[in-house]
């Protein structure tokens, strides 16, 4: 699962993760007032998380300067969040699953339409997703 698109429905025009997480219901609203839960496969995602020997998650959220372990949960706390508005219960499958991190954004960017200016910027910023 990838942090802020777990439906692969929502695109978020902020991408701090406070900030996400307080518009994730409104626009998660308008997603399933448009088109509802037909457009995901539902049972199908269920399955293959029961079938699966772990989880693995992309962790792209921007983290702080002043890094610590703690941070890089971030990502792994949102996408929970994420899956609760599916029913799926990812503390659940943390207790049968390893729960791992596939993939570490790293590049000093803040969005998805730029790119850190220079190799100073991304010195500076290495974990700003």
């Not at 088109?35 to 293959?48: M, S, T, Y």
């Not at 079938?51 to 996408?79: H, M, R, V």
């Not at 390893?98 to 290495?126: F, K, M, W």
Request: aromatic letters at 14%; one cysteine or more.
């Amino acid at each position: 699962f990838n942090y802020d698109k777990v439906c692969g429905c929502v695109q978020p025009e902020e991408r701090d993760p406070i900030v996400y997480n307080q518009t994730y219901p409104e626009r998660m609203q308008r997603f399933k007032d448009k088109w509802g839960f037909a457009r995901i496969d539902l049972p199908g995602v269920k399955e293959l998380l029961d079938a699966s020997d772990f989880i693995g998650f992309s962790s792209y959220a921007p983290l702080p300067a002043d890094l610590t372990p703690d941070s890089l949960e971030i990502s792994l706390q949102t996408a929970a969040w994420e899956l609760r508005y599916f029913g799926i219960d990812l503390r659940r499958y943390s207790k049968i699953k390893p729960l791992i991190y596939s993939e570490q954004g790293l590049g000093g960017c803040t969005d998805n339409n730029t790119i850190a200016p220079d190799l100073e910027y991304v010195r500076n910023h290495p974990y700003s997703g």
